[in-house]
């Protein structure tokens, strides 16, 4: 298969995953192009998962949700040469930084639309025991149901996407010092990679 339009399949997966609500569907059109593309073309030696991993996602693209395989399908495309460029040594991300600190815990997750495909990505980008993502209001977040998930053993840290559930900020804070989690402030919604460089950013002022 082309080396080229994998690397674009890579790149469109990535931002369709990492998508806010009014961005994603544009962004699984552009998705749908690529694989059928891709399925047209013959399987190369060394290719055969691939082409499984793409039949298992096409039909998951047309009910507008990720295959089970997606991760797997992931893993196979990250080993593949950027095309046109030599392999060289990948450096050090924030994501690889979060992984090290959230590895096997869990993370919580308040506000906005708690949607199994973001969960899974928060997941297995950074190798958690589980995603806790309670469904919020935006107008009457409540500290009485919050405060069972903040003070759970197993939570490494609290993000609290703000842009949508603003009015909670001060409560959360309060009983994140209160049961000792690192409370992330995320502005920019559901980016895994914005979320990652977050979560080291609170790492450092907390010394850890």
């Known amino acids: 298969m082309d080396l080229k339009l994998l690397n674009t399949l890579r790149f469109e997966l990535d931002r369709y995953l990492n998508a806010d609500d009014d961005e994603q569907e544009r962004h699984r059109a552009k998705l749908v192009k690529c694989v059928d593309e891709l399925l047209r ?19 998951a693209l047309a009910e507008r949700r990720v295959s089970a395989s997606y991760v797997q399908l992931v893993r196979e495309l990250e080993k593949l040469p950027r095309a046109g460029v030599k392999a060289v040594e990948v450096p050090r991300t ?28 928060l997941r297995s980008t950074f190798e958690l025991s589980e995603v806790v993502w309670p469904e919020t209001s935006e107008t009457k977040p409540t500290h009485v149901v919050l405060e069972p998930y ?6 490494a840290a609290v993000v609290l996407l703000i842009r949508w559930i603003r009015h909670a900020l ?17 502005p920019g919604g559901y980016n895994v990679n914005q979320i990652a460089k977050l979560v080291v950013e609170q790492a450092k002022r907390r010394g850890e």
């Open 41 to 59: 073309q013959p399987v190369g030696a060394g290719e055969g998962m691939l082409r499984r991993f793409l039949d298992e996602l096409r039909p």
């Open 94 to 121: 924030d994501a690889d930084a979060a992984r090290e600190l959230l590895r096997g815990r869990a993370l919580l997750v308040i506000g906005g639309i708690p949607r199994p495909e973001h969960m899974e990505n």
């Open 150 to 155: 903040i003070a759970r053993a197993d939570v």
């Open 170 to 186: 001060n409560e959360v804070a309060e009983l994140c010092e209160l049961h000792g989690k690192p409370l992330v402030r995320a």
